[in-house]
């Protein structure tokens, strides 16, 4: 009995420690830029360069779908942001051709630094783009088209197990049926076999990110139009994942982006509400959540909960080496925000 009880103690004590539910505080809360030189932006994504600072990026332009939307970077250097620098567009021969889509930067161990991206008319038409910089981003390389099939990372980050193995969560649409998938490379990159993920489950997904659990155990949360976050689990490094299944979290059809913690924990940035009669309801609530398994989840902080005809999504979320925890998000399609959790 003493045994039992100290098991239950001492289960609950870690539980609160791991949980820090009191230590989570922001810290900031700031707009990326000014008087930036385009209408609309969308889908923002960070990384850690080297000495602490921070790269964002995101897509901007007239309107999400116009010819003239490009991919635009910025950095934090001493806690200000530079000015957005467009650093991908996708003009042919000078002339604009097609918009670009969900920017997605991923740094390997190594210190390559990747920028996937999609071009294309529409998400259902799409195809997937990269560069890479061996100078943190001061130059990139030309922009290479993947493989007929590899779309890249469709949202959110790779991860990069101990082995090297890079895995990038994917995801495709067409007018029959959303599907998630992983796209792994065992040559930094160089080449991609694509994993399916449930392919004839009844829940549609996409926009999948990734969880790093103990004993080659991985998590994926997806995006879906069942009004859940939808998951999926790995025993084996991602080669092989099970059914897909609704967490507790809700989803309005909206992009999250979650993260494994150093501690051990996992934090997910979510809209948490269910799918509106209008596309962008819902969205203007985003909440951060934490847990010690993946699978129960407890809201810790509200970022947004305002005027509902606003938008708030998109989140992209890092943990720096400092512990600091980093979140993105849409602004209301006018700016992108910068959040620290400390």
Aim: proline share 5%; with cysteine.
């Amino acid at each position: 009995m003493i045994r039992s009880f100290l098991t239950v103690f001492i289960l609950t004590i870690s539980t609160a420690i791991a949980f820090g539910q009191q230590s989570w505080k922001k810290t900031t809360d700031e707009l990326i830029f000014n008087n930036p030189p385009f209408d609309q932006c969308h889908a923002s994504t960070l990384v850690e360069l080297d000495g602490g600072r921070l790269m964002a990026a995101w897509f901007g332009g007239n309107h999400e779908g116009s010819k003239d939307v490009r991919i635009w970077m910025s950095i934090n250097e001493r806690g200000k942001w530079t000015s957005p620098v467009a650093i991908a567009d996708g003009k042919v021969n000078g002339e604009w051709a097609s918009p670009l889509w969900n920017p997605v930067l991923f740094k390997t161990k190594k210190g390559k630094l990747f920028l996937f991206y999609k071009e294309g008319p529409s998400p259902r038409e799409w195809w997937g783009m990269m560069k890479t910089s061996d100078d943190n981003g001061k130059t990139w390389s030309a922009k290479t088209r993947l493989p007929d099939g590899v779309l890249g990372p469709i949202k959110n980050k790779p991860i990069e197990l101990a082995d090297g193995t890079i895995l990038s969560p994917s995801s495709t649409e067409t007018n029959d049926k959303w599907s998630a998938h992983i796209e792994r490379s065992v040559d930094g990159g160089k080449t991609w076999t694509i994993i399916p993920v449930d392919p004839e489950s009844k829940f549609e997904v996409i926009q999948p990110s990734i969880l790093l659990h103990k004993n080659k155990k991985l998590q994926i949360l997806c995006r879906s139009k069942q009004g859940a976050v939808v998951e999926s689990w790995s025993e084996d490094n991602g080669k092989t994942w099970s059914a897909l299944s609704a967490t507790s979290l809700l989803n309005p059809n909206s992009g999250t982006d979650a993260q494994t913690l150093k501690n051990g924990t996992f934090m997910i940035v979510y809209n948490p509400t269910v799918p509106g009669k209008e596309w962008f309801n819902g969205r203007f609530k985003l909440n951060v959540a934490l847990s010690v398994d993946g699978k129960k989840w407890n809201d810790i902080l509200i970022l947004e909960d305002g005027d509902t005809k606003k938008e708030f999504s998109y989140p992209s979320i890092i943990q720096s080496k400092d512990g600091k925890v980093h979140i993105t998000y849409t602004f209301d399609r006018k700016n992108i925000k910068h959040i620290v959790l400390e």
